[in-house]
Structure formats: structure tokens, C-alpha cells
């Protein structure tokens, strides 16, 4: 969707006062009995009352909600943990929240915010005739900047984000990747009014007709704006991500590193021996090379970042046990650096192999170097 030329210069955000919500709460009823809205509304309500009337409400220990909420943790810090809800959401303690209930309660996300918010839009406009649209929003943190604003987990009958691309600046200029997150700055503005310790968890938001959809189409949902984990580019914490490349054993770990795009650098760009008798080549190829004959291949990587890297690992022979272990180090280093970039490995020679003969020698290298290992890493 993309903004239309009358975008309004102006909004109206009004919040209102709820009286305490329990499982089985007609929120319809409840939106219709305490607001003023009209068509083209965006009726914007906490997750906290949503999760409340669908029955998300516990009496257990906070760290057991979270590990039943959790599908995977991004990273931790003492009691603090960052994990992936089953919706895809990254949130602190998979969003389980203790603030505005009994003391020993706990309350979860709802289990399909996008599918509450549709039936909550669908009761509104069976109930009153108004075509409203409906987000729910839910308290997150930023990576990179101190403190939280509300974000749209929920969304119907509003488009999750506006697509600007193609579109001109005031200077003309074509804007490329420009998409604003409609739903988010919706949810993030109603805060403002709505705050946390107000008793008002619900708003009305005024002026925004141009973007609320037909009754009937919903939209995408609030889920579009969940990033691929092949696209997320911090999809893990620092510690964690040398973790899951060190051990590699963390398949779930392992999909969150981004995909390679033909722009990558080399992937093991600076990666050098620290021993005087251990040395590192790679070179660029498209293939493997062939065992049985000939190798003709050009020493590049295709345009759609396909093909590979031939890296092999040497060592000067008569070998000290210092040698050894730095050539094991400079292997595990660049298997590490393998699983971050999502290489996969075709080895082609290990330390039982034989000096390296001619060819090496042509190259002004001594024949006294043996291959400790030689390995094709290509692009999964």
C-alpha cells in the first residue's frame, strides 16, 4: 500500500479507562460500551487484556513461563534472557510479563495476536456496523538504544507496513527500500496516552481512513513485519553466535545466521597462521576441483554467490608439536568462520596425505610442506 496524496496533517489518539479484564471478557462488547468510534478508526488495545480474556493467565514461576513460551534463546545475560516466541517475535522473557496482575501470576502473549486482533475487528463490525480496524501492541526493547516503546504484535483490517518504493521525495529523488511500519508507529503513538500504570489500555485513533481496509480484508497481519531468519542480520547475541559457529551442533542456532548475498567479502578474508610453520591458502572457485583429471576451472564465485573457496591448510615438515596444534587451531578457526558465513565442506585431503609435489613446488614453495588439510567450503 502506499500513501495516498491527502495523508492527513493531523490525528486524533484518545485512551480509556477499563474496568479489570478476566478470561471470557467480551472485549467487543466492552470496546463498544466504553469508546466513541467511527468508520476508519484503528481501535488499538494492550496484549496484557487480550491475553487476560483469552485465559493466558498463570499462577507459576516467571522462568517457567518463559521456557514454555520460548522456541529459542538469542541471547542471555545473568537473569536476563532474549528469546524468540513461537509467533517469531524476539522479545525479553519470550514476552511473559508479571506487571499489572496478582502478585505469583504471570501472563503469556496471546497464543495468534493477528487472529484476536481479526475476530476482535470481525465482533466490532457485527456488533456496531462500523468498519474499525484493530491492533494489539505489546512493550518491546531496541537493540541498539537504551529503554522500550510498544510495537504491533496483532493487526487487522490495517496495513502492517506502507510500501514507499518506487515513490519520490520532495527532491525527486526515487526512494528505494523506504516502508514504513504503519502498524508499529500506530501502536508506539498510542502509548503515549495509554501508558502503563493508567488503568486506560485501549485507544482510539482518528484520521487514519485513508489505510484502514474493507471489512472483510485484514490485511497481512501483523506478521509481515517479522523478519526471515535468513535475513535477519542480528539474529543471534554476540556470545551466542560464536557459540553455535564454534560448536555447530545448534541446528535452530545456525538458521539465524544470515544467508549469503554476492556482496559478502570473502569469508575468510584476514583469517592467518600464527606459527611460522603453518601456513593458509584459499582461492575462489566455482567447483571443486576434479580428482580424475584436468582441472580447467576459472578461480571465481558465480554472480548469485554460488561456488566456493578451495582453503587449505599446510605445515612445514619436520613438524613441532606447537606446529600441530596451531594448524588444529587454524582449522577450527576457519570451520568457525565456515558455519558463520553457512558454508558447507567437501573435504578433499587430510593430513595423511603426501608433501605437496610439483605444482607447489612451480609456485616457489619448498616440497617440504604437507597438507594438513584441503577442504572446498561452497555456498549452502
Given amino acids: 500500500m502506499t500513501l495516498p496524496a491527502g495523508t492527513p496533517e493531523r490525528i486524533e489518539i484518545t485512551s480509556y479507562t477499563w474496568p479489570e479484564v ?16 467511527a468508520d476508519g478508526d484503528v481501535v488499538v488495545v494492550t496484549s496484557k487484556v487480550v491475553s487476560k480474556a483469552e485465559g493466558r493467565v498463570a499462577s507459576r514461576a516467571r522462568e517457567d513461563a518463559v521456557a514454555d513460551e520460548a522456541v529459542r534463546v538469542v541471547a542471555r545475560r545473568g537473569p536476563t534472557v532474549i528469546a524468540e516466541t513461537r509467533h517469531g517475535l524476539v522479545m525479553a522473557a519470550a514476552g511473559v510479563d508479571a506487571s499489572n496482575v496478582e502478585s505469583g501470576v504471570c501472563v503469556a502473549l496471546p497464543l495468534d495476536p493477528d487472529a484476536s486482533a481479526r475476530r476482535l475487528r470481525d465482533d466490532l463490525f ?15 526493547g531496541r537493540a541498539w538504544r537504551n529503554g522500550q516503546i ?42 503515549l496516552v495509554k501508558g502503563k500504570t493508567t488503568g486506560r489500555p485501549i485507544a482510539v485513533v482518528r484520521g487514519l481512513s485513508w489505510a484502514v481496509l474493507d471489512p472483510g480484508d485484514h490485511g497481512t497481519g501483523a506478521s509481515a513485519l517479522v523478519r526471515a531468519a535468513a535475513d535477519d542480520l542480528f539474529g543471534l547475541g554476540t556470545r551466542e553466535a560464536v557459540t553455535a559457529a564454534v560448536l555447530r551442533g545448534d541446528e535452530a542456532a545456525l538458521s539465524h545466521f544470515p544467508r549469503r548475498i554476492p556482496s559478502d567479502p570473502d569469508p575468510f578474508e584476514g583469517l592467518e597462521a600464527e606459527h611460522p610453520g603453518v601456513r593458509i591458502t584459499r582461492t575462489p572457485r566455482s567447483r571443486p576441483p576434479d580428482p580424475g583429471g584436468e582441472d580447467t576451472c576459472q578461480p571465481s564465485v558465480g554472480p548469485n554467490g554460488q561456488g566456493g573457496w578451495l582453503v587449505r591448510v599446510d605445515i612445514r615438515e619436520p613438524a613441532s608439536p606447537a606446529a600441530w596444534m596451531a594448524a588444529g587451531a587454524l582449522d577450527a578457526r576457519i570451520e568457525a568462520l565456515a558455519a558463520a558465513h553457512g558454508l558447507c565442506a567437501t573435504v578433499l585431503a587430510t593430513a595423511a596425505a603426501a608433501p605437496i609435489g610439483t605444482a607447489a613446488a612451480d609456485q616457489g614453495a619448498s616440497t617440504d610442506w604437507r597438507t594438513v588439510t584441503q577442504t572446498y567450503w561452497s555456498v549452502a
Avoid: K, Q, W, Y
Fill in 150 to 191: 510498544d510495537i504491533a504484535i496483532g493487526c487487522a483490517g490495517l496495513p502492517a507496513m506502507v510500501d514507499l518504493a518506487g515513490t519520490h521525495d520532495t527532491f525527486g529523488n526515487v526512494l528505494a527500500v523506504t516502508a514504513p511500519a504503519l502498524a508499529d508507529e500506530v501502536a508506539s503513538a498510542t502509548d
Fill in 22 to 37: 478476566s478470561a471470557g471478557t467480551d472485549l467487543a462488547a466492552l470496546v463498544a460500551s466504553t469508546t466513541d468510534t
Fill in 126 to 140: 457485527a456488533s456496531t456496523g462500523r468498519n474499525v480496524a484493530v491492533v494489539i501492541t505489546d512493550t518491546s
